[in-house]
């Protein structure tokens, strides 16, 4: 089946740095990808959709000079946390449309983040 | 208020148990709608759709009442491998596309 490769999927860094996570659809070709992000206990809440070749759409309360996404390609986003505070550590998941499959998106692993 | 509602539980059962959890939902516009598993530190795995109908896989029944906007799902003969957090989930075309929303989740705890 499909699957969506996400790395790294664990990250624990100093304050004030930028940490990059990538999302790759490893058998389909995905003009779609969505982040979300997780605190615990809480649903996973949606922070932006990627679309391949263009900006993403950001959901409201999503800083997106924050959260930098770049979608190159049709199986490759990248959500970027730009100088993360420890506010910023939480679990990002990305996931990833495929117009033929039957599941309405298939998720990453997920990258838990904590910022020291 | 939340657009997806669910109890947070835990709900602690013997194995063997019958158990349901249901659901709420505040938009009339959610198109689709499904439950997923999410294990401890995990992504969601989708476990199924549900449909107006109802419908069923193993033990496992999915109901949807649109009127009310209420999606149950109840889980006969519980396993310990069935502990876990059930996510209620609901399809909305908002902006130009299809988002998935996610209740916060109902925690299970299958005890032998």
């Known amino acids: 089946g499909a699957v969506v490769s996400q790395h790294p999927s664990r990250v624990i860094c100093k304050s004030g740095t930028s940490v990059k996570i990538e999302c790759r659809s490893l058998d389909f070709q995905a003009t779609t990808m969505f982040w979300y992000r997780q605190f615990p206990k809480q649903s996973l809440m949606l922070m932006a959709t990627?679309?391949?070749?263009?900006?993403?759409?950001?959901e409201q309360g999503v800083e997106k000079d924050k959260f930098l996404i770049n979608h190159a390609s049709l199986t490759l986003s990248t959500l970027t946390v730009t100088s993360a505070h420890p506010e910023d550590s939480s679990f990002y998941i990305c996931?990833?449309?495929?117009?033929?499959?039957?599941?309405?998106?298939?998720f990453g692993d997920g990258t838990r983040l904590s910022i020291l | 208020r939340k657009e997806v509602e669910q109890d947070p539980g835990p709900f602690n059962v013997p194995e063997g148990a019958t158990v349901a959890f249901n659901c709420t939902y505040s938009?009339?516009?959610?198109?689709?709608f499904f439950w997923y598993r999410q294990d401890c530190r995990k992504e969601p795995k989708l476990l199924m759709s549900?449909?107006?109908s109802g419908n069923e896989d193993g033990r496992f029944t999915a109901q949807l009442n649109r009127a009310s906007q209420y999606i149950s799902l109840l889980i006969r003969d519980s396993k310990l491998s069935d502990s876990a957090t059930y996510l209620c989930v609901v399809n909305l075309f908002s902006g130009g596309y299809n988002k998935l929303i996610f209740g916060a989740g109902t925690r299970l705890a299958v005890h032998p």
């Open positions: 990627s679309n391949e070749g263009s900006k993403a759409t950001y």
């Open positions: 549900v449909y107006s």
């Open positions: 996931s990833a449309r495929d117009s033929y499959g039957d599941q309405p998106q298939h």
């Open positions: 938009n009339s516009a959610s198109q689709s």
